[in-house]
Every structure is written in C-alpha cells, then in structure tokens.
C-alpha cells in the first residue's frame, strides 16, 4: 500500500489540498460510488498520515482495519475502495487544474456544445457569437487560438449539419 499510486498521488497534496480534498471527498455528487462510504473511510486513514505518509502507518493489515473499523478481512476488498478513491483523486486534480474559468474559451466551448446537444438554439448561437468576438480579439494569435478558433467553427458546422 505504501508503494501504490494511490499514496503517491497523495504525497503530492498539500494540507489546503487535502482540506479541499475532503470536501470533494464527502460530497455524494462526486463520490458516487457503491463503496463511497468505505472510500470516505478510507481517505480519512491515509490523510491522517500527512505529511510524511510513513511505511508503518500504510500496512496494508493496517488500512484494512481501519478502514473497515475490525471487519472479517475479505480479499480484493481493499484494492476496490482503493480504486475507487483513485478515481475520485483523479476527477479533483482535473477539476482543480482545469482552470475553467467562466469566461475562459473552454467554459463556453463546453456550454455551447451542451446547449446545442440540448436544442437550446438561441443561447447555443449566442454563446458561439460571443466566443467568435472574444477569438477574435486576440492580436497576434498562437496556434492554440488558432486551434480555438478552428473547434468553435467546428462546433458551429456541427450544428449546422443536423440541423438544417
């Protein structure tokens, strides 16, 4: 366990991290696992060990009984919870280094295409136009302008094909 990716991942958070963390954690939207309970316990065991994440506080015997508070040791139980908090971990490095911001290309990109899977054509148009002035503003254009520009036209030919 000591050695595992899981722990790796969690060397690299630090306290304000793991603190955001926990929120992410506990919250049923984004822990929607069957196991959510046990992912939940689980991440408490090892965030306790921060900072150092010591071998001997990461025994596998030893999350195993934490984790799940003395319960009858059931093998590939571990690893399933462990697999699961991976998978939570890995959504909250994507959400938190996103960098989504509102007015960012990849926000309105993203709500584009939502309200044109929609039928929303009115705000999917807007949103396109709005993307459009604020490609086009840019000066001296880089190739991921460039690359933007060419995904919302896209976006829009999309559109335009399987609806007219």
Known sequence: MYDSQLVD?????????????????????????????SVIALFDVISTTFPEYKKENLLRDKVYQKTFSGDEVIEGRLEKVMTELL????????????????????????????????????????TIDKLRQQSNAVQQPGTTDLHQRFRIEEILHDHRITHY
């Open 9 to 37: 991942i969690f060397r690299t958070f630090s306290k304000d991290d793991l603190s955001a963390l926990k929120q992410f954690v506990r919250s049923p939207f984004l822990n929607h696992s069957s196991r959510a309970a």
């Open 87 to 126: 998978k939570v971990l890995r959504r909250y490095i994507v959400y938190t280094h996103s960098h989504m911001e509102e007015n960012s290309v990849p926000f309105q990109m993203t709500l584009a295409k939502y309200y044109r899977d929609k039928g929303l054509e009115t705000r999917f148009l807007s």
